[in-house]
T-cell receptor, first 115, second 112 residues
Framework: DSGVTQTPKHLITATGQRVTLRCSPR?????VYWYQQSLDQGLQFLIQ???????AKGNILERFSAQQFPDLHSELNLSSLELGDSALYFC??????????????FGEGSRLTVL | DQQVKQNSPSLSVQEGRISILNCDYT??????FLWYKKYPAEGPTFLIS?????DKNEDGRFTVFLNKSAKHLSLHIVPSQPGDSAVYFC???????????FGKGTSLLVTP
């Protein structure tokens, strides 16, 4: 158990809909990262928050948004869903803001299926 | 563009033998490299890392080698065990980097 909690574990929805994925980081971790893993793809970095502030953006679509709340949990909002958004979405957390001094701890992921 | 590449999608090795997983990177700013292991229905878990000031790091049965001039790293597992069967992701980060860049993964199968 990494200590990172993601909900829901599975989600099935229709095209055009909007969903929210939730992540609770490990106790004491200030950084939250969101990654997307599509079929046959590696983990694609979407966005990072550190202590409530956005720190870095990766390949995140404009239809997607995220935020980190004062209690440090984070939500990833996906709107106007398309079939291609079907993927495994991982949340990861770490103590520090940068990634060259330590590891990231990953949740089990939220599997999104868009029909 | 994929800055971290794992060109072998899968690898099959007999129990007791050595498993060698390879990874190439293109960004010369990367100075910290990690390997993650992922079992089905679980999130990736950290396995081993190496800083660019080193060319080798060892942890039990796992050794990571870094060849900076070739922009190549490899993970050696000796001896391989059936419980090592998983997907292995190579990842890299630059100084003050805010995100790990991952490869697509190599699925390792260790057969008895």
């Amino acid at each position: 158990d990494s200590g990172v909690t993601q909900t829901p574990k599975h989600l099935i929805t229709a095209t055009g809909q909007r969903v929210t994925l939730r992540c609770s980081p490990r106790s004491g971790d200030l950084s939250v990262y969101w990654y997307q893993q599509s079929l046959d793809q590696g983990l694609q970095f979407l966005i990072q928050y550190y202590n409530g502030e956005e720190r870095a953006k990766g390949n995140i679509l404009e239809r997607f948004s995220a935020q980190q709340f004062p209690d440090l949990h984070s939500e990833l909002n996906l709107s106007s869903l398309e079939l291609g958004d079907s993927a495994l979405y991982f949340c990861a957390s770490s103590v520090v803001a940068t990634t060259n001094t330590g590891e990231l701890f990953f949740g089990e992921g939220s599997r999104l299926t868009v029909l | 563009d994929q800055q971290v590449k794992q060109n072998s999608p899968s690898l099959s090795v007999q129990e007791g033998r050595i498993s060698i997983l390879n990874c190439d990177y293109t960004n010369s700013m990367f100075d910290y490299f990690l390997w993650y292991k992922k079992y089905p229905a679980e999130g990736p878990t950290f396995l081993i890392s190496i800083s660019s000031i080193k060319d080798k790091n060892e942890d039990g049965r796992f050794t990571v080698f870094l060849n900076k001039s070739a922009k190549h790293l490899s993970l050696h597992i000796v001896p391989s065990q059936p419980g090592d069967s998983a997907v292995y992701f190579c990842a890299a980060s630059a100084t003050s980097g805010y995100a790990l860049n991952f490869g697509k993964g190599t699925s390792l199968l260790v057969t008895p």
